[in-house]
Structures are given as C-alpha cells and as structure tokens.
C-alpha cells in the first residue's frame, strides 16, 4: 500500500512557536513510525511559511516561559507577500491526505488556519471553530501542579474540562466571588492543595501517549 502523506503544520506568529515546534516533533515521530510519508510547514515568527520534508527542526531549549505579550509582534518587518503562503508551500498542501495541525495561542489555535484550510476545502485534522469557541486550557495549570479553576463556558474544552473535575483535579467558578472564595479555600488548605495536585498528575499519566494515539487514529481513517 502507499503511504499516505501527511503535512504537520508547527511554529506559528504566537509566544507558544517553540512549544508548538516540540510538539510537532513527537506527532511526525509517531506518524513516521507508523509508514506515514511526513511533510511539515513551518510558520515563522515572522509569519512566513516554509515547507520541508520528515520531523520539524528541533525548537531551541524551553527554559523560560512563553511571554504572551509578543504575541502580536513581528520579529522582522515582513509584509503582506512575504506571509502569505508561496506557491511551494500551497502545492504541497494541495498534494497530501491531510493536514495536521499542531499550533499553539493566536493565529493557530483561535481557528485562523483551520478556517484557511475549510476555504480551500483541505482536510484537516481537528474540530472546527463554530458556533462556539474554546482557547481554555486545562493541561497547563497540571502541568504545574497547580489546581484548574474554571468558569462553566469551557467551549472546546468542554470534555476535557469536565473529566478534569471529575477527576478532583479542579474546580468550578461562576462568578469573581465564587472564584475568590475557592481561592480563599485552597489557599487556607495545603492538603487540599496537595490532593488536587495528585489528582491532576495522575490524570496527565493516564493521558500520555496522546501524540501516538492520534496518530494511530489518523492511519486508520485514511488507510
């Protein structure tokens, strides 16, 4: 059988382009394992498009946290023709299975691409951005060892919103007095702050693997 060709899109114009480069890694590592034929395209911080072949350039080392505030900043003064995908970069997305995105923060995660991709009528991995929108992320303050607190418009992280406060890893806030309150509460409370971090880092073990898992989902929906 042939192998399907996939094209991983990472990097991105947001504060999360490295992140993004790490995470685009492991998925073209999985989809290679697999007999996936990968192409990637990278999207600059400048906003230019590259395309490229096998598992994204390895991003530079993630010591310090992402500074949201460059998120709508260039770091070279490209203009209009310089972003927008050159013909390279189109024939190539025009010639593979699917697209796989793995963008992170503004101008990727937010439904940009996703609906640049629906326009050229694409397929693409991942849900689409209407009627409702979701940037809440769950996963982060987990990472941390940190409680989640959330207001009940989880959008697109609905499922994993509540499988979290299932879990007892987070809580749910209505309004700024409830969200002070619970705050008051864990503050007062190290053990209760210890348990809910236990229970988050057990749900991210039973998540790992989800960079294979997708990968796999994908094989056997377009095999």
């Known amino acids: 059988m042939t192998a399907r060709r996939v094209a991983i899109l990472s990097g991105g114009r947001s504060s999360e ?25 990278e999207i600059g911080r400048d906003g230019a498009w590259t395309v490229g072949s096998g598992p994204p350039s390895a ?10 505030a460059s ?7 490209v203009g209009a023709a310089e972003r927008l995908p050159a013909p390279s970069v189109t024939a190539a997305l025009a010639q593979v299975d699917v697209v796989f995105p793995v963008l992170h923060g503004p101008f990727g995660e937010d439904g ?28 982060e303050p987990l990472v941390s060892g940190a409680p989640v607190l959330m207001g009940p418009n989880r959008g697109k992280a609905r499922r994993l919103a509540e499988e979290v406060l299932r879990a007892g890893a987070g809580l749910e806030v209505g309004d700024g007095a409830t969200l002070v309150g619970a705050l008051r509460s864990l503050l007062r409370d190290p053990e209760r702050r210890k348990a809910v971090a236990a229970a988050g880092r057990d749900l991210l073990a039973a998540h790992r693997g989800a960079a294979e898992r997708q990968a796999r989902s994908l094989v056997e929906l377009i095999a």
């Open 17 to 41: 382009h490295e992140v993004s480069v790490a995470s685009a890694r492991s998925v073209a590592d999985a989809l290679t394992g697999l007999g996936m034929d990968v192409i990637t395209v």
């Open 59 to 68: 991003p530079p080392e993630l010591g310090t946290a992402p500074d949201p």
């Open 71 to 77: 998120d709508n900043l260039s770091l070279a003064p």
């Open 112 to 139: 940009t691409v996703q609906g640049l991709l629906e326009l050229a009528d694409v397929a693409y991995v991942g849900g689409g951005f209407t009627p409702e929108v979701g940037l809440h992320n769950v996963i």
